[in-house]
């Protein structure tokens, strides 16, 4: 019966981590997926929520379902994280907001409304993108188009074609934009041009759409919030898909939340029935653990504060291996300047490094980033770093 099956491509991203965990070289490195290390190559729990989850252990009293939505106070408190408490209040009776699977949850919820309830059947994202985008747009139907970003000769933004793109968008159409930290290119805009990007929006009447799953980990939580701040200022009707997976460091919890921003508060009652359809028709309602560790995080002031130390901590850490592999590449005589990555920001940066060397990188040395040249920088570890560059050199 199942003769009909065909075998589907390898996810570009974690197929990866499989790979990655079935070589048999102990001096391996996985550069690949988006996963934070510290300096000893490990994961951790934030001792912040390590503390919720103590508090939750003890205070917890039922698991049964949470609201399809989930709770209200999680949409209230990621809300304020997301637009800030002034621009929040502002925006009550217009945002619906929903505890979702991770920002991956939020994305496909979003995909799922745009393809049955807007009049447009065209996403817009950019070139080059996450590499889950366009599946996750496409899987309910939609066109998946591209617009100008990048310059893979100069290995940074194209403002101007990017602009270009962005003034020749139809009407209604929805475009997918990197709230901070663009993955996998590690290029983002300044204040001024997120607000040309909202001015275009609103004279070209196109609906952005922030991909937002990595606050804190650019400049700062409030700094990095910028995007979807401007967007929603302008009066825009909006998507924003935020993941806790990153500041969190909640990966495997699978929590995010998306929030609609109406331009209409009419519209708001339709908007959530029909997000309401979505979410049941996918997984019924999100589950409980990471948003009530986000909850409990986000309603207590010492914890809070805590936690952006935490995140402080990640995020300064990944801009001191930035310059530290810059300044080891060049150490080890390796001939390309690699300097711009000093300027991107986030956990990702492209290399520049094409498919060929990164198969090399590979097959020959064990150390594993994506095909299209996107490594990790979180990755890289003082223990790991000389056999990185190394290896890199090699290839090159
Ligand atoms: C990545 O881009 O590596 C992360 O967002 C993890 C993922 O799901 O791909």
């Not at 929603?232 to 495997?252: E, I, T």
Request: with cysteine.
């Amino acid at each position: 019966h199942f003769d009909t099956v065909s075998l589907a491509p390898a996810d570009p991203i974690l197929s990866l981590t499989e790979a990655f965990k079935a070589d048999p070289n102990p001096d391996k490195i996985n550069l690949s997926v988006g996963v934070f290390v510290d300096q000893s190559g490990v994961t951790p729990i934030l001792d912040t929520v390590k503390e919720a989850e103590k508090r939750m252990l003890e205070s917890s009293t039922s698991k049964s379902y949470l609201p399809m939505t989930g709770t209200p106070a999680y949409a209230s408190l990621t809300q304020k994280l997301c637009f800030g408490e002034e621009l929040a209040a502002q925006l009550q009776g217009r945002v619906a907001s929903l505890q979702t699977p991770g920002g991956t949850g939020a994305l496909r919820v979003a995909a799922d409304f745009i393809a049955k309830n807007l009049e447009t059947k065209t996403v817009w994202v950019s070139n080059p993108t996450w590499a889950n985008h366009k599946g996750i747009f496409a899987a309910p139907g939609l066109k998946v188009e591209t617009y100008n970003y990048f310059n893979s000769a100069t290995l940074s933004l194209d403002y101007c074609g990017f602009l270009e793109s962005l003034e020749a968008i139809p009407a209604g159409d929805v475009v997918v934009l990197h709230g901070c930290c663009h993955n996998p290119t590690g290029a983002d805009l300044t204040l001024e041009q997120w607000e040309d990007v909202a001015r275009i929006a609103a004279s070209k009447k196109w609906i952005p759409l922030i991909d937002f799953a990595y606050q804190g980990f650019g400049d700062g939580i409030e700094e990095d919030a910028a995007a979807a701040r401007i967007v929603a200022k302008a009066g825009l009707p909006a998507f924003v898909c935020q993941s806790f997976s990153k500041n969190l460091g909640l990966y495997q919890d699978r929590v995010g939340a998306l929030h609609v921003v109406t331009d209409d508060a009419s519209n708001y009652a339709n908007v959530v029935s029909q997000l309401k359809i979505s979410v049941r028709v996918n997984y019924s309602n999100p589950p409980a653990h990471g948003g009530a560790i986000v909850t409990t995080i986000l309603s207590d002031e010492k914890l809070t504060e805590q936690w952006h130390a935490e995140l402080a901590a990640m995020r300064e850490r990944i801009a001191s291996v930035r310059t530290q592999f810059v300044d080891a590449l060049k150490a080890a005589g390796v001939e390309r300047d690699f300097s711009f990555l000093t300027q991107q920001k986030g956990m990702f940066s492209f290399t520049g490094l094409n498919k060929e060397q990164a198969v090399a990188l590979r097959e020959k040395h064990s150390v594993y980033i994506v095909d299209s040249g996107r490594i990790n920088v979180a990755g890289i570890t003082d223990d790991n770093i000389d056999r990185v560059v190394a290896a890199i050199k090699a290839v090159l």
